[in-house]
């Protein structure tokens, strides 16, 4: 069955460290790998998506993800986060069937 | 310009009673969901129409219906509200009928509370 399993469940970084969000996934295809996020009180916003060619893709607010086959893993990556980044960031794998299915989510607190 | 709206933000409620939410986009989109997600912010697919039909219903008390009276709307009637309903309701909406691989955008969600 698929699946996905973010490892974290809150993370805290100070402003200007980089960031690392984990995202492992199980599915027996070539997946189709998301990262969305989530501001408080706010619905889902699509950061960045992987569906096959370039295993590094970019996306908004100077987010990306390395999609590895070998480890089964999407993480997102920032170099250096912003007060504004604070949310909840859900990874998603989206399969043949025409649905998505969420990670549990990875708080992210940023200190000034 | 709201892209996915819906209505009302907030809903609170007491067991037992019957309500709706409303979900309109303005995208042109032919395909719209919607997802719950619980108090610990695990979101799971509810159900998905393409064009005004069925397409997933997964596994959902029947007292969950959703109406589609056209492409650009999917409304969500619950019936006799437990209060294991309570929840954030989201809809969203992709372009074609592989949602899997469209962008699916998202509204900003219902707060449901049963009391």
């Known amino acids: 069955a698929q699946s996905v399993t973010q490892p974290d469940i809150h993370i805290t970084v100070s402003e200007g460290a980089s960031l690392e969000l984990r995202c492992n996934y199980s599915y027996g295809a070539t997946p189709y790998l998301f990262w969305y996020v989530q501001s408080p009180g706010q619905g889902l916003q699509l950061l960045l998506k992987y569906f096959s060619g370039d295993t590094l893709v970019q996306g908004i607010k100077g987010f990306e993800a390395e999609f590895k086959r070998s480890q089964s893993s999407f993480n997102l990556r920032k170099p250096s986060v912003h007060w504004s980044d604070a949310a909840e960031y859900f990874c998603a794998v989206g399969t043949h069937t025409d649905k998505l299915i969420f990670g549990t989510g990875t708080r992210l607190q940023v200190f000034p | 310009d709201t892209a996915v709206s819906q209505t009302p933000k907030y809903l609170v409620t007491q067991m037992g009673n019957d309500k709706s939410i409303k979900c309109e986009q303005n995208?042109?989109?032919?395909?719209m969901y919607w997802y719950k997600q619980d108090s610990k912010k695990f979101l799971k697919i509810m159900f998905s129409y393409n064009n005004k039909e069925l397409i997933i219903n997964e596994t959902v008390p029947n007292r969950f219906s959703p109406k589609s009276p056209d492409k650009a709307h999917l409304n969500l009637h619950i019936n006799s509200l437990e209060l294991g309903d309570s929840a954030v309701y989201f809809c969203?909406?992709?372009?074609?009928?592989?949602?899997?691989?469209?962008?699916?955008?998202f509204g900003p969600g219902t707060r449901l509370t049963v009391l």
């Open positions: 995208l042109g989109h032919d395909t």
């Open positions: 969203a909406s992709s372009l074609g009928t592989s949602g899997s691989t469209d962008t699916q955008y």
